[in-house]
Structure formats: structure tokens, C-alpha cells
């Protein structure tokens, strides 16, 4: 009996364990400020692609449109080439991307990882 009464203390705390989660679930990454501008996404493996970025989720699922894959070398799969292929319409998975940058260039921004001290 003594068993029972402790689960549901422990629910109770469950529940404020995920509101400190959800907290914690705010992006640092605002993709927002590119949507329908062109952006450059590389991936794991190696491949690159570049299109305008028309939706994204935080887990970083991306939809780009007008879509552009960078063709690799054959003799090394990390060197691009000159060729490149139209994809149009892509949804790419979050779990892939390695990097997102601007086609256009880069901003440079404050570390958002060091602790700002006041004094």
C-alpha cells in the first residue's frame, strides 16, 4: 500500500520536471528572419544544397524550394564539384544538418553560450 501512495507522489514532480523542460525547448537558432531568402544547408555525408527556406520546425526539419544539390567528386565524397542538379521542392531532415548559413553571407553575432555578467 505504502508502494501505491509513492507513485502518485512522483507524478506530481513528473509534471514540473516537464514544464522545466519546455522551458528549456526555446530555440537559440531563430530561422525565422530567412524565411523566403536563400539559404545554404550542408549535411552529414558531405552533401550540400541550397534553396529558399519556406517552413522549419525545431528539430530543424527544413522545406526548401528551388532546390540546388552541389554535386561531390567521385575520387573524394567531402570536395565538391562545379555540377550541380535541380531537387525543387525538398523536406530535409533535422537530424542530417551540420550547418545552415545565408547564401548571400554571414552575420556575426554575440556567443550565445557564455554567461553575460553584470559589473
Known sequence: MASVGGGGGGGGGASKMADKEKKKKESILDLSKYIDKTIR????????ASGVLKGFDPLLNL????TIEYMRD???QY???????QLGLVVCRGTSVVLICPQDGMEAI???FIQQQDG
Open 41 to 48: 544547408v550542408k549535411f552529414q555525408g558531405g552533401r550540400e
Open 63 to 66: 522545406v526548401l524550394d528551388g
Open 74 to 76: 567521385p575520387d573524394d
Open 79 to 85: 570536395k565538391l564539384t562545379e555540377d550541380t542538379r
Open 110 to 112: 554575440p556567443n550565445p
